[in-house]
């Protein structure tokens, strides 16, 4: 994008009455699950890794531990997919989401190669859970060790239909963010971990600069205390931890907290996408996960434009993620 267009936008979010305009949210929408499924793609390879112990990666790479194609994606992407398929045919439906994501584990619908290859062992028994239950809102556990990053590793398809009641109804947007988590994690960090990230990724698709959405003085986080009162530890990553850490203090672990601080850092600290998200992936451990949530914050911030053609041609099934994608942002 054109630095004038990004300054014009500025000045016009500057005016409350004034709207961003339709083909940058479009295109930050879009950049937004493109971002979280290259982030993915990106990880998988080193997926497991100590940091420091392995090539850095400069681009897809194939192998890793499901032994997958360069720039093929797992279950963030997967799961990220059924959700944005429910989100586009049947609305707001969290049962539906909760199917959905069955069929992916059952029947490999939404994953590159027809198989579940990768379930996390949180999801996985929730998913049983809901089997045998039915209720989504309490078939994922609520117990803090159980706050695992899947829940804000597919969380894009929320603020990207969402988005647009940011900044005047953040009710709805919130709760759907919190509520999204519910069917495979129910911890109290997990659901504020998706209620914060959904609004600082709304108002990135509406136009707000990175520093603003990045500053704890942020309006927009006393519109979320009306409806929504953060776990402390989120609250912590909300204020900015990762400015005061040292480098080598950030994890790409696959704890919900560490995760979305270390994504938010290697975001803060990049000045494109491509930067940001090989940050990200390069802390190892979980890193697709790593990977994915980052690539959703930068995507929709420098929106699929700000995205290298090599990364876009270079992501696997497009197949299967173009036709959802499409229906999610028509
Ligand atoms: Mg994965």
Redesign the pocket.
């Known amino acids: 994008m054109m630095w004038w267009r990004k300054k014009r936008e500025r000045l016009m979010n500057a005016d409350d009455n004034s709207k961003p305009d339709e083909a940058s949210v479009r295109d930050r929408k879009r950049g937004a699950l493109l971002g979280l499924a290259i982030g993915?793609a990106l990880g998988s390879a080193v997926?497991f890794r100590s940091r420091g112990y392995f090539e850095p990666v400069t681009g897809y790479r194939g192998g890793g531990p499901h032994r997958i194609e360069a720039g093929e994606w797992?279950?963030?992407t997967s799961m990220a997919l059924a959700m944005a398929d429910s989100i586009a045919e049947a609305g707001w439906d969290l049962e539906d989401q909760a199917r959905r994501y069955v069929d992916w584990y059952r029947t490999g619908r939404y994953s590159v190669n027809g198989r579940c290859f990768?379930i996390g062992l949180t999801t996985g028994s929730a998913l049983h859970r809901f089997e045998e239950t039915g209720d989504p809102r309490n078939s994922g556990p609520t117990h803090e060790r159980t706050s695992g990053n899947g829940s804000i590793m597919r969380l894009a398809p929320v603020p990207i239909a969402f988005a647009h009641h940011y900044p005047q109804d953040l009710r709805t947007l919130i709760d759907r963010a919190a509520d999204s988590s519910l069917p495979t994690h129910g911890s109290s960090q997990c659901v504020s971990a998706c209620a914060a990230m959904a609004l600082i990724m709304a108002g990135l698709i509406q136009g707000e600069t990175k520093a603003m959405v990045l500053d704890p003085k942020w309006p927009a986080w006393k519109g979320l205390a009306a409806y929504h009162k953060l776990d402390p530890l989120i609250a912590d990553v909300v204020a900015g931890s990762w400015r005061k850490k040292r480098e080598s203090e950030i994890r790409g672990s696959g704890h919900v907290v560490a995760c979305l601080e270390a994504a938010l850092w290697a975001f803060d600290t990049s000045k494109t996408f491509e930067a940001a998200v090989l940050k990200a992936v390069n802390l190892g451990d979980d890193a697709?996960?790593t990977g994915a949530v980052c690539g959703q914050l930068a995507g929709a911030c420098w929106g699929e434009s700000g995205i290298p053609e090599s990364l876009l041609t270079g992501l696997g099934r497009r197949d299967i993620l173009d036709p959802i994608l499409n229906r999610l942002v028509p």
């Open positions: 993915d997926e797992t279950d963030d990768d697709d996960t």
